[in-house]
């Protein structure tokens, strides 16, 4: 079971300027159209980029609307044992909806 945090936790982590890691594995030009400053490894690049994902701190990964992010959380998961891993629950679509200034 994968852990997931809502927009609205994650943009009181942003407020509290909390210390953790904000992974997008969306494309680049998803990215272009709508980013949140985090660290951009697509789905794609995961695994050849995963020296870039923090293992001593919550890492928050998104995506467009949860599910490549769920994805991506569930096999690090369950291929690496990473448990520093949460879903954002809706991804961009959820926190567009939450906070439509971005």
């Not at 079971?1 to 953790?20: G, N, T």
Request: net charge neutral.
């Amino acid at each position: 079971m994968i852990k997931e945090i809502s927009v609205h936790e994650l943009k009181a982590m942003l407020d509290k300027k909390e210390d953790f890691q904000l992974i997008d594995v969306r494309e680049p030009y998803e990215n272009d159209e709508m980013n949140m400053h985090g660290l951009l490894i697509p789905m794609g690049d995961v695994i050849r980029e995963l020296d870039k994902i923090l293992k001593d701190k919550k890492v928050v990964i998104h995506c467009k609307s949860g599910v490549r992010s769920a994805n991506v959380v569930a096999y690090l998961q369950e291929k690496y044992g990473m448990q520093n891993l949460y879903n954002l629950k809706g991804g961009i679509i959820a926190w567009m909806s939450a906070f439509p200034k971005g």
